[in-house]
Every structure is written in C-alpha cells, then in structure tokens.
C-alpha cells in the first residue's frame, strides 16, 4: 500500500504472550501511527510517532507499547496487559495526508 | 474535543442509483474533514477532503462530498452506484490547521445490490 508494509497479514497468539506487530516505510515520512479497528467502532489511535526516538501515547496506549529507533520503522507490541487484543491493526504514514498499511489481524487463541 | 457520528451503520442502494453516506462533526474552528474507503482485511484508502474553498469536493471513483458549514455535514454522494463500490466508507476530521490527529467515525457499510 504505498510504501508502507504491515506483517504479518494474520497473527494468532495465546493468552499471557506478547506479540509484536511490524511496520516498515519507505516514504521518509516522519509522523507515524497505529490504529486498532474493532466492528462498529471506527478506528481508534493507540500510539503515534512525529519524530525518530520519540512518540505519544493516543486514546488507548494500556496495554500496548511502541518504540522507534529508526526512521523506517514503528513496531507495536502488543503485551498480556491489553485485556481485549483481539482487532485489526493499522499503521499509518502522515504527510499531508493519511497514507495506511493493509493492517494485521490479531487473534487470540 | 473533536468527534465524527456516522449515523447509519449499512446503506442499501440498488446499482445505477444515487447513493449517499452522512458524516457530521464537531471540531473548534474551522475543521479538516476526510472520507476513507476500506475493503475486507485491507487498509483505508483514500476518497477526497475538504480544507477550504469549494463546498463541493470531488475525489476518486467518481465520488463527491459536500462541506455544509452551517449543519456541520459532509455527506458522501455518487450520482450513480456500482455494485464496487460496496465497502466500508469512514469519515473523519482533524482541527483547523491540519495537524495530523484525525478522529474516525464507527464507519458505515455501503451495499450496493443488482
């Protein structure tokens, strides 16, 4: 999707482990994002990053943590606090606009 | 604090007819407002925005919006439907000056039927 690539496409995870989920681009884009998307409830932003080694907290961070040390990528670990990790996952570029991921589906097992 | 309601959570609409999909928004000044389209497990994709100007904003696949500043709409049209173009359409809208916090709607899912 333009640049930015999400992997993997599924992920399964059993309960208590923490998984991460990958985001790479190669727009040299600063400012980066990750969404989760439940049914019904829209997308809602988790983390985003405006700058290399440093980034926000969004509406719901519990349960989640980010870092990024590198310009071209914006991991998301998703930790055995997050009661429900159970969504879709997507990362987002911004410049002058939202560029997105094809996301990851997480399922818990 | 700014917010999207999306109204209706599935339009149904015969190919070859008028659609529309509802936004409304509340944001402090003067708003950034945006329509998204998403198909199965993909990631949203970009329709058209309004910033300024032009209360009618044309975008891609033949869709239109139109910023109402009094009723604080921006309400998805295609004068005529295809059966591609159902998916999931979001709306969403950023403070004035941009800035790049956008808040999505809950999303409505667009049927189009033969």
């Known amino acids: 999707d333009g640049g930015i690539t999400q992997s993997p496409k599924y992920l399964f995870r059993k309960e208590g482990q923490n998984v991460t989920l990958s985001c790479e681009q190669n727009l040299n884009h600063d400012a980066m994002y990750w969404y989760r998307q439940d049914p019904g409830q829209g997308l809602r932003l988790i983390y985003y990053?405006?700058?290399?080694?440093?980034?926000q907290k969004g509406d719901i961070a519990e349960g989640y943590s980010v870092s990024r040390e590198k310009k071209e990528s914006f991991p998301l670990t998703v930790t055995s606090a997050q009661k429900n990790p159970t969504a879709f996952y997507l990362c987002a570029l911004y410049s002058r606009g939202y560029t997105f991921g094809s996301g990851t589906r997480l399922t818990v097992v | 604090a700014q917010s999207v309601a999306q109204p209706e959570d599935q339009v149904n609409v015969a190919e070859g007819n008028p659609l529309t999909v509802k936004c409304t928004y509340s944001?402090?000044?003067?708003?950034?407002l945006f329509w998204y389209v998403q198909y199965p497990n993909r990631g949203l994709q970009f329709l058209l925005k309004?910033?300024?100007?032009?209360?009618l904003v044309k975008g891609s696949y033949g869709f239109e919006a139109e910023f109402n500043k009094s009723q604080t709409s921006f309400h998805l049209k295609k004068p005529s439907a295809l059966v591609s173009d159902s998916a999931l359409y979001f709306c969403?809208?950023?403070?004035?000056?941009?800035?790049?916090?956008?808040?999505f709607g809950t999303g409505t899912q667009l049927k189009v039927e033969l």
């Open positions: 990053s405006q700058i290399v080694n440093d980034f």
């Open positions: 944001v402090s000044g003067n708003p950034y």
């Open positions: 969403a809208v950023s403070p004035t000056g941009g800035g790049n916090k956008l808040t």
């Open positions: 309004y910033i300024t100007g032009d209360n």
